[in-house]
Structure formats: structure tokens, C-alpha cells
């Protein structure tokens, strides 16, 4: 009797909770900011093609969708001889991209102008290495282009992490123009082969800046 009066009391609190009038906003976001690994900094980017900010009260909200995030470059020089007197060095590029869904439970202020988003275990899809590579003959003319063949793998054993991040907005019309500071940061270190050769490990940490807008849908 006493679970049920609890389970009474949880459902009536719920349907209490997104009885009020939901909101949805769609939108997208996209920024630069600094990597930070064990051997120094470089300086990322990042695109979150989808927002979705489901709003079930004025101060709470759920946010996901799918972002890529670039970088950092891992390089790696090997010495090739194509030709014996030819003294032609490749200097192949391994540039890491990832694909983030998040899940951040957001506590809002001021209607949306103001929000603090906090969120744990964005889950982060395997990690994408694209390969270009540099000739450089002995009279130092050299020659960039993409690489047919991926020399360039990643492990990670977990493709969990953590995400913080803070917005400050303005209404325009339905929607709202955001700037938003975010920083990720992985649970685990990914591991980069190239050739099936360990080259170096890190986890990715790193801080952006971004600018977005979000299209609210109220229902009536």
C-alpha cells in the first residue's frame, strides 16, 4: 500500500511537471577554442549541425542533438625513398574529428536569455582520423594532398565524458541568438596508431566559444 501511495505520488508530481505548457527550440551552434593535451595546446573547432532544448518549465530544461568536433592534429614524419636519388620525404597528418551527442540538463534563468547547462556522459561515436600527406623532393618543392588509404587509427576504451557549459542570449522574434562557453572532456585517453604503431595518447580536453541561435515551438 505504501509503494503504491509512492508511485501515486510520483506520477502526480511528473504529470504536475509537464502539465505546464512545454517548449521546444531547434537550432545549431558552432565555435573555435583551445585543445588541451599532456604534450600542449592547439586550437580546436567545433559544429553542432542539431540543438534540441526540450523545455518542460521556465527554468528546466533537457538539451541533446549531434555535434563534430575537430582536431587536434597528430603528425607523424617517416622517411620514404620512392626513388633512390630522388630524397623524397612524406610527412603524413592525421587530423582526429569527432561525433558528440550530448545530454545536459540545463537550469534556466530569465527565460531562456540566461541558462547554466550541466551534463554528464555525452556519448562520444569513434573517432573519425582523416590523412593527408606532404612530399617534399631535395630541392624543397613540396606537394599537400589527401591520402587514398587511412594510415591512422584510434582506441578508446570508453566513449564516455563530461560537458559543462554557459549561455548568455537575446529574444529575436521566436527564437534566440546565444553565445555559449563549453568545455568536454573525456573519461578515458584515446590512443592514436598509425600503422597499427602506438603514436601518442591523450584525452580530449577543451574549451569553446560558440555562437548559436534556437527556434522556439510552443505548443498552443
Known amino acids: 500500500m505504501k509503494m503504491r501511495n509512492i508511485v501515486f505520488i510520483l506520477f502526480f508530481a511528473a504529470g504536475s511537471l509537464f502539465a ?7 537550432g545549431g551552434k558552432f565555435g573555435l577554442g583551445p585543445t588541451m593535451l599532456s604534450n600542449g595546446v592547439v586550437l580546436g573547432g567545433n559544429l553542432n549541425t542539431i540543438q534540441i532544448d526540450w523545455q518542460p518549465t521556465e527554468s528546466l530544461a533537457l538539451e541533446t542533438g549531434m ?9 607523424h614524419n617517416a622517411l620514404k625513398q620512392t626513388d633512390t636519388g630522388s630524397g623524397i620525404i612524406e610527412t603524413y597528418s592525421g587530423m582526429e574529428t569527432r561525433i558528440v551527442f550530448p545530454l545536459l540538463l540545463k537550469k534556466i534563468f530569465r527565460k531562456g536569455i ?11 561515436a569513434p573517432v573519425v582520423m582523416n590523412t593527408t600527406v606532404e612530399r617534399t623532393n631535395d630541392n624543397g618543392y613540396t606537394v599537400s594532398e ?5 594510415l591512422f587509427s584510434v582506441n578508446q ?17 521566436k527564437g534566440i541568438l546565444f553565445w555559449n562557453i563549453s568545455y568536454l572532456r573525456d573519461f578515458s ?7 597499427n604503431e602506438p603514436v601518442g595518447s591523450h584525452h580530449w580536453n577543451t574549451l569553446a566559444f560558440n555562437i548559436g541561435y534556437k527556434y522556439g515551438f510552443s505548443p498552443k
Open 157 to 173: 576504451n570508453n566513449p564516455f565524458g563530461f560537458n559543462a557549459s554557459g549561455s548568455l542570449g537575446v529574444t529575436i522574434g
Open 67 to 75: 555535434g563534430f568536433y575537430f582536431g587536434p592534429k597528430t603528425k
Open 20 to 26: 505546464q505548457t512545454p517548449k521546444l527550440y531547434i
Open 189 to 195: 585517453e584515446v590512443t592514436v596508431k598509425f600503422k
Open 114 to 124: 540566461y541558462s547554466i547547462e550541466l551534463g554528464g556522459g555525452p556519448y562520444i
Open 146 to 150: 589527401g591520402y587514398g588509404k587511412n
